[in-house]
């Protein structure tokens, strides 16, 4: 099961680079003595670093993950995959809750029940996967670009979206 904090912090990420905007300190603005920059091609940071081997960061450094149309997209990429896996985690619980109730009941109403939850299971299937494409879609987009990402961010929400889509698509060959 996914945790949902891992969701949660993915989500509250992306909404953080979506304003664009950093308050610094004064104090950590101080340009003091900055020696060898190192920088990942990548990410392009503009990382300092002092004889003591610290690292100063400084406000031209940062840089948000994705530009505001981009994390919008996939914002929106990754709650669709939120809203699939939190009602996959109702349905486990109804499914929970069925099996300890009167096995009389269940058997008079079992036919339309499975039914039922079979539709459900199958659109969950489709929306996780129908997201997972989506994702597939925008990472190719943007490899393909030259707009700066943060393949870091991307990453772990790539890495999201497709636990999705496993963790529904192992529930539907399961039950």
Excluded at 8 to 30: E, F, H, K, M, Y
Aim: aromatic share 4%; charged share 25%.
């Amino acid at each position: 099961m996914i945790d949902t904090h891992k969701a949660r912090l993915i989500v509250l990420l992306l909404l953080s680079t979506l304003l664009n905007c950093v308050s610094v300190s004064a104090d950590s603005a101080d340009n003091r003595v900055a020696t060898a920059p190192l920088s990942t091609a990548k990410d392009q940071s503009a990382t300092r670093q002092h004889s003591g081997g610290i690292q100063e960061i400084l406000p031209d450094d940062f840089r948000p993950a994705f530009t505001r149309d981009t994390v919008i997209k996939l914002n929106g990429i990754v709650e669709r995959s939120y809203l699939v896996i939190s009602e996959l985690d109702q349905l486990r619980g109804e499914l929970r809750g069925s099996s300890l109730s009167d096995a009389s009941a269940i058997a008079r109403s079992g036919r339309n029940l499975n039914d039922r939850q079979s539709a459900r299971i199958a659109s969950l299937h489709q929306r996780s996967r129908a997201a997972l494409k989506d994702m597939n879609a925008a990472v190719d987009q943007l490899q393909a670009g030259e707009e700066y990402y943060n393949s870091t961010v991307l990453a772990g929400m790539v890495m999201f979206v497709n636990d999705v889509e496993q963790e529904v698509s192992q529930f539907d060959k399961n039950g």
